[in-house]
């Protein structure tokens, strides 16, 4: 691990775990799904690029989703989503390989495996467009981001501070989010990404992760320079059991059109 600050104990059991678990027999050979270009289609479209993530349960859910993860990402493409994000954790986050295989058959937009890979044994467990790589919890990220392109993968590089980001770039990230989750305490702060944005060049593509609940905070990231956002909570709305999530994508992908500008407008008023 890249890293000894302090981590919650839901991390640290998520990392013991992900140690435990094989990867899959042979070495994984993808054609990806461009992410690049499924963000630009939804510009063109007027729609904000919302990477929608298949998150069944997680440390910091207050429920979970038992919904076929197919129809949920069905949904999700409906309320526009411009790529899918598939947790295939399976011990804390409720996910499996099986369900991303089947998603990504069933919907043609990019998918996104969202798991906690520490080495290359770990990626050769699914065929996905984008794999994920998180900072923190790697040794040898530059190894891994070659070994992730290698397969075709699109690798998505996770960080949590500017120092993070700079190893991201010497290490070739071409695709770098900003989680704005804090791993010591689990909590949420949008200025997270406000304050690493900036520092970000130009020709990388930009996620800002976790906590985008409401079109309003979709406007901040974007206004902070975020080319896409990668939302779970507020699109599978837990607690809620049979919460609409059509409906809660669209939310956010309509954020930035006028309709949606106003209604908010309205609400807060
Ligand atoms: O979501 C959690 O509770 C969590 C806990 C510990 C480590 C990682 C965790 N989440 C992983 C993610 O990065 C998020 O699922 C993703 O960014 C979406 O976040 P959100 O929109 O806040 O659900």
Redesign the pocket.
């Known amino acids: 691990m890249n890293s000894d600050t302090e981590l919650?104990p839901?991390?640290r059991s998520?990392l013991e775990a992900a140690r435990e678990r094989s990867g899959g027999e042979g070495v994984v050979a993808v054609e990806a799904r461009s992410l690049p270009e499924a963000l630009a289609d939804a510009e063109a479209d007027g729609r904000v690029p919302v990477i929608a993530?298949v998150?069944p349960t997680?440390?910091?859910?207050e429920g979970t989703r038992d919904d076929d993860p197919v129809e949920l990402a069905r949904a999700m493409v409906d309320g526009g989503a411009a790529a899918i994000s598939v947790?295939t954790e399976p011990t804390h986050f409720g996910g499996s390989a099986e369900a991303l295989t089947r998603i990504r058959e069933a919907v043609d937009v990019p998918v996104l495996r969202?798991d906690f890979v520490l080495d290359e044994a770990g990626m050769d467990v699914v065929e996905a467009d984008l794999l994920l790589l998180i900072v923190r919890f790697v040794d040898d990220l530059e190894g891994l981001v070659a070994a992730a392109r290698e397969r075709g993968f699109q690798p998505l590089v996770e960080v949590h501070d500017r120092a993070e980001l700079e190893t991201a770039l010497e290490a070739g990230a071409e695709i770098i989010g900003v989680?704005n989750?804090d791993?010591a305490r689990?909590e949420?702060d949008l200025e997270t990404f406000e304050s690493v944005a900036p520092h970000a060049p130009d020709d990388v593509t930009l996620l800002a992760?976790?906590?985008?609940s409401s079109p309003a905070d979709v406007r901040r990231m974007r206004e902070a320079g975020a080319d896409a956002l990668?939302?779970?909570?507020?699109i599978m709305d837990h607690g809620a059991g049979d919460s609409d999530v059509t409906a809660n994508t669209r939310r956010l992908t309509r954020a930035e059109s006028e309709d949606q500008a106003n209604d908010d407008d309205t609400t807060q008023t």
């Open positions: 919650a839901a991390v998520i993530e998150k997680s440390p910091t859910a947790l969202k989680n989750r791993l689990l949420v992760e976790s906590g985008v990668l939302v779970g909570s507020a």
